[in-house]
Structure formats: C-alpha cells, structure tokens
C-alpha cells in the first residue's frame, strides 16, 4: 500500500508539467510519503501522518545509513524527499546533492556553486543556509552571495540565476525559499549590517520578478495602501513606516526577511515575520521603526500587505520577528478559528486570526521572559519594564540580566503542530543577557551592531534550553522538557504520537506526545541545528535529520554562555559546547529494524 | 603599517593551521596595554571590550573566546604580536580550501574598528593574558 502511493507521487512529482505548477505542490505537500517543502507543508506543521513508528516501538529505532556532506560549518535547515531523491544541502560553498533512496547515499548529482569567498564575511553567525525548495521539476536555492539559482530536478543542470541583492552591501541569502503557485520567494538577510529588508516573487519558469515588497520605506516600495493595510482592524495610513523613522534612517531600516514562509492557499495569503530594524543601538533610531520586528499577511498573487502586527515596536534587544508562522485551524475561547500560531523571539507566543490579523492570544512561553509585563491587547503593545528598556538605561549604560537574550527564547528552529493533539512542540532557548548600546556609524558592508551583550542563562538555573508543549488557545505550557543547551533543531511531530528533536551535545530524541517522557536518543556525529524529517520508501519509514554545529550557537561553543562576570579560577563553572562535540556535516537516516 | 608580503603569508598560513611559530622577542616591549586595579580597566580597554562588540564578537564569539567557526583570540594573542594583530585586523585574510572556509575581513576602511584597534587589542591581550575574566569589565572611574 505504501509502496504504491511513493511511487505514483513520484512519477507525479517529477513529471507534471509548468502550467499545474500550483496543483502539482499542493497536492505533494499532502502525501506523507514525501517530504517536498523545508516546512513539511505550506502551514509549517512539520507534521506526518506516518505512523509505523509509534511511541510503543520508537526505542527501537537506529541508523539506517548516513552521509557526510564534506562541508564543516553550521547545517541548518534540513532534506526533502521527492520521489526516489532526496535533497540535501551545505553551508557555505551551498553545495546540492541529490541522493538515490534506491541504493542510499549514491550521489544522483551534485551542485557547487563558485561565489567570492568574501561573502563568508558579511554572514551573521555562521555561514548557514536552511534549505532548497521544490517546485516545476527544479530544485531552487537561495545562495549565500544573494543569487537565486534553479536546477533541474532530475540533472542539476542550471535553469536559470538571477541576483537577489549586492552582497556587497552585506545582502546575503540564508533562508530557504518557498514555491507557491508559480513563483518562488526568497527574504534576504544582513540584519547586523544595515541592508533594508525585503521578500521577492520570482517567476518559476525564468527567475524573471514577479513582485518585490521591502519591510521598510514609502508606501509604493513595501506595497501598502494606507486605507486597506490594516493592523489590529484599524487601517495603517499613508506611509506608515517613513512616519516612524528620524529623517532618511529607513534607507538603513533593517526589517531582514531570513525566516520561514507559509501560505494559505484559500485566502490567497502570505504569512512572514520582519528581523531587527537598522543598528542595536535604539537610541541612534528613535521611533517605532516600522515595520521592521513585524508578522506580514500579504496577497500572494500581488504582495500587497493585507494586514500587518509589530510585535516589539522601536526594538531595544534584537528580538527579531522572522520566525515561523504556523497555519493551524484551532478552537479560541471555544470558537474555531483559522489561527496563526507564532512563538517569537521576544518571549511570546501569538495566536492571531489569520484572516483579519485580529490578535487573540499572547502570553509568554518561558516564565524567564522579563523585558515586558504583558501585551496590551487593545493596542497590541508589549508593556516594557523599565529596568530592563536599553533605550530608557540609555547608551553606554548596560543593562543587565534582560530575558531572553538576543538570541531569542526561540531562534528560526522551528517548532511542529500535531493536528491529532492540536498542540504546538516548541525547542526553545534560556538564556539572559547584559546588554551595552553604544553610537556606531554606517559603512555599507560593514557590521552595524552597535552593542555588546554578554549571554548566561537565568541567574540561579543551570539549563539553557527547554523543549515544550504549548496551547495556544489558551497560552499555557503544557509540559517543558529541560536540555542542557539551547534547542537549535526543528521540531517534528507524527501520527506515532511522538515528537523528534536534535539537541546541540549531538543527540537525536524522540518523546511521548503526552507527557515529553524521553522515548529514544541517539548521539548523531555532531551537534544538531538541522530541521527533523520523516517519510517512506518502499513502504518502510524513516526519520532524516542533518547534523554539524555551528549557526549562532556555535557562537557559544566556546564561550559556554556561561559565567559571564564570575571572575577569574572560578574553576568548574565553565561548561562549554566544545567539550561535548565538534564540526561535520553528516545526514543520518533512522529506521526500524527489519 | 604594511607588512612585507611574505610575512604575511607565513603568518595567514600558521593562523590557518592553528598554530603560530614563537614570537619575536621584540614583542616584550608591547606588554601590558592595558591597565586593572582592583578588577577594574582602564578607558581604553573598556572601549576596546564594546568594540569588540561590535565588529568582532559576531564571529570570534563572546570575551574573544572563539566559535564554531572562527579562532579563539584569547589563544592568538599569545603568538600574534601588536604589528600582526593590526596587519590581520586592517587587511583581513583568508583561508579558502575544499575543507574550511575561513575568512576575516579587511577593517582598514572600518572606522569603528580602525579608530579604536589599540583599544581593542588592549581588551583583548587582557583577556589573553588571563588577567581580565568573562563579560563587561569594570571601568575605573576617570
């Protein structure tokens, strides 16, 4: 039965034709026999409906095959399955193989792109990339120096390239692109070096654009009409964003698009978040900063925005808004509701109607979170407290123990939906931070931090990460499973009633729907920041999972996010990611026993 | 502040392998840019601690310690001297192989970094040193 349904999807699957582009993924994303977008489906459940591994036999699992990917730096992102191929991905040099499932491991063909080595320089933390994308019969991928490439899905012959942006001005590409109907649309990013947001369409068939809409500026460039972009129900006005800006600052606005995309295709909808706006510094930014740090609804046909919400208005911590938004029909206060469901950076957790924008939950999802008391409902403000606003400490004051860190209580890892459950599994991050904004001055292509930070977990705990069950209906933590570091590993949850994570020591686990109980655990040969997948071949399933640290965790490899002011000989508080593993990209396969 | 080129190759080369050949003894005279008492530094090396900040902390990772992808400068700073810390950090390099893609780059254009590198490499050969400990210093008063 099994075998059946993989095979005639993938004959599917690579023979449909360009003109049933939009047909042809939708129905792919349904099959759970593949995996054919980096975000499982279009509303980024990261869910399956195989259920051969169950919680029952889950501690029976073990390596099927594995595969180094040559490359040592952070893999982020994670494969997809289309047919007999699966897809996989690098770092910087961004190379592409297309493994054969048939004989596991052979490689079908491979991709290495030649980029100047000079990009490595302007990437943020690490020289990640989260994925390629499926669509048309062409691999799409989204290169570190800002071009866009398609290959053949069969051959990775090269289609077409087209230039996303000047990696120059530190316009670099990190973030997988989406296929929808027939274009593709890829975010940019360089948030650490004043570029100006923005998400492109491009036609599938020839990478000509088909619409581009910036996070930040006048109204005709970020695709607004200031009568029928609402926020909260209330139309946003003329030129929203230049109104909440000093002078021509927005030209240096920030508003980095580096996160996930999700799409509905019966409200014809867009869904993405916006990063941070220009420098750290608040004080060289005065103003709202729109619509940097901010969750976009946009037609998907034209780009125009529907409706938008800025969760951290005037940004104080880098609690960028980029991260996924996942697409569940849940009920509200006992009302079905086509929800948006999105865990940010901030520390809280947003249920929003996904048809009006209307925000009806938001409530934080680590007891940690401290920078604010709550979200005023009726604007929609966080209410900031006052010890821990850098903007109020003002410029070389540093204002300290701030939860979460810049880094977020959760980062793009992004976090599973299981519609049998209708909760939400979450790898999160604990984490605090000093934060010190100082003046800087823009050099185009030049970092444009403008603050130091120094990052520890809460005073008096240990851990540095949770993995969590969430509802979001009613904005409660179900069950929160301690780890030792930060969760940098996409979730995934299956109808085996299980939830897959990787932890950044190395291990792949399995736990238990209900209670988080840990169910199986395996040490892959690094540290895990790559996406958890799942899907069948000859009617057998299997979990896939890429590992090599590095990203922004790496950064704390060294550092150990430890101590931060315990002094010197303080002997034994250091307790460092680079004692538990080491660099190496590697795919490891999991499957049952015969 | 050029450096001839071979020196510089060799050096690029030696960062590369992790490791760097004995320093000159010349570099005794550069001890000590910084100044603690009482566990508290002076201006420039509290400058030095934001700008690192800034510019470097993105990739060598918190207090110069390092990160998955770029050298632990508190290590560094034991072999490199002032002339090749400020040659590194003012023309950049890198090392480009089929196995690691390592690459600084150029500053001298940087006036946030160039401005302050005495700064920064005071902040640093502190930490190196093993005379200034995790996180925000403590400034002394003026």
């Known amino acids: ?594 | 502040m050029r450096f001839a080129p071979q020196l510089v190759a060799v050096m690029g080369c030696a960062l590369a392998m992790g490791f760097v050949a004995p320093r000159p003894a010349s570099a005794q005279a550069e001890e000590k840019p910084y100044q603690i008492e009482n566990g508290k530094v002076d201006r420039g090396t509290y400058n030095g601690y934001r700008r690192y900040g800034n510019a470097c902390e993105r990739c060598h990772g918190q207090d110069g310690s390092g990160s998955s992808f770029a050298p632990d400068l508190t290590q560094s700073l034991k072999r490199l001297s002032h002339e090749q810390f400020a040659e590194t950090v003012i023309n950049g390099r890198q090392n480009v192989t089929s196995s690691q893609q390592s690459v600084m780059p150029p500053f001298g254009q940087v006036e946030d970094v160039v401005l302050y590198l005495d700064d920064i490499y005071a902040y640093l050969k502190a930490r190196s040193d093993g005379v200034l400990g995790h996180g925000r210093p403590q400034r002394m008063a003026n």
């Not at chain 1, 946009?298 to 938008?308: C, F, I, L, N, S």
């Not at chain 1, 590992?547 to 303080?570: F, K, T």
């Open chain 1, 1 to 594: 039965m099994f075998r059946k349904i993989a095979v005639s999807a993938a004959a599917l699957g690579l023979c449909i034709s360009s003109a049933s582009a939009n047909e042809e993924l939708l129905r792919l994303q349904r099959d759970p026999n593949q995996w054919v977008m980096p975000t499982g489906n279009y509303a980024n459940h990261r869910y399956s409906e195989l259920n051969q591994i169950t919680r029952e036999n889950v501690s029976q699992l073990r390596p099927s095959w594995s595969f180094s990917t040559g490359v040592l730096r952070g893999h982020e992102g994670g494969p997809l399955v289309i047919g007999d191929l699966m897809y996989i991905h690098t770092p910087f040099p961004n190379k592409v193989f297309a493994l054969d499932l048939k004989e596991p491991g052979r490689i079908v063909w491979r991709y290495e792109p030649t980029q100047d080595p000079s990009v490595i320089a302007v990437m943020c933390c690490d020289t990640v990339n989260r994925g390629v994308a499926y669509g048309d019969g062409k691999i799409i991928l989204a290169q570190a120096d800002a071009k866009v490439v398609a290959l053949d899905a069969k051959t990775g012959k090269v289609a077409w390239t087209v230039s996303n942006g000047d990696a120059g001005k530190g316009e670099t590409m990190t973030a997988a692109p989406m296929v929808f109907g027939d274009k593709v649309l890829v975010g940019i990013s360089g948030g650490e070096f004043g570029v100006r947001g923005h998400i492109t369409a491009y036609n599938l068939k020839d990478g000509s654009m088909a619409w581009r809409a910036y996070s930040v500026g006048p109204d005709n460039e970020i695709l607004f009409d200031g009568e029928k972009t609402t926020s909260l129900g209330k139309p946003v006005g003329a030129n929203s964003s230049l109104q909440s800006w000093e002078g021509d600052q927005w030209k240096i606005g920030g508003g980095a698009t580096w996160g996930w995309f999700s799409y509905d295709p019966e409200l014809n909808l867009i869904y993405y978040g916006s990063g941070n706006p220009g420098t750290w510094n608040p004080v060289q930014r005065p103003g709202d900063n729109k619509w940097s740090m901010t969750i976009f609804a946009r037609d998907a046909t034209t780009g125009q925005a529907k409706w938008v919400y800025q969760m951290t208005p005037h940004d104080e911590w880098d609690y960028d808004g980029v991260n996924e938004m996942i697409l569940s029909d849940i009920e509200v206060r006992g009302r079905p509701v086509k929800a948006l469901v999105h865990f940010d950076r901030n520390g809280f957790a947003y249920t929003m109607d996904r048809e009006t924008g209307e925000l009806l939950v938001a409530e934080k999802f680590d007891p940690a979170v401290n920078w604010a008391t709550k979200v005023d409902m009726e604007t929609g403000r966080p209410q900031v407290v006052s010890q821990y606003s850098t903007r109020q400490n003002g410029e070389d004051t540093n204002t300290e123990n701030v939860c979460p860190a810049a880094l977020g209580t959760k980062d793009q890892q992004p976090a599973a939906f299981s519609p049998r459950s209708k909760v939400f599994y979450v790898p999160t991050n604990h984490v605090c931070m000093d934060y010190e904004p100082f003046r800087v001055s823009y050099t185009a292509g030049q970092p444009y931090v403008g603050a130091t930070l120094s990052m520890y977990p809460p005073k008096g705990e240990q851990h540095m990460g949770n993995f969590i069950a969430w509802d979001a209906s009613a904005g409660k933590i179900l069950w929160s499973k301690e780890e030792r570091f930060s969760v940098w590993s996409g979730a995934l949850a299956t109808a085996g009633d299980i939830v897959f994570y990787g932890t950044l020591e190395g291990h792949l686990k399995a736990v238990d729907t209900r209670d988080g109980k840990e169910l199986f655990s395996y040490r892959t040969p690094s540290g895990i920041i790559g996406n958890v997948n799942t899907y069948t071949h000859n009617g057998k399933q299997y979990i896939a999972v890429l590992s090599g640290v590095g990203g922004w965790a790496g950064i704390g490899m060294a550092a150990g996010l430890q101590g931060d002011s315990e002094g010197l000989g303080a002997a034994g508080a250091y307790r460092s990611l680079s004692n538990y593993t080491q660099l190496g990209g590697v795919l490891t396969v999991f499957a049952l026993p015969n």
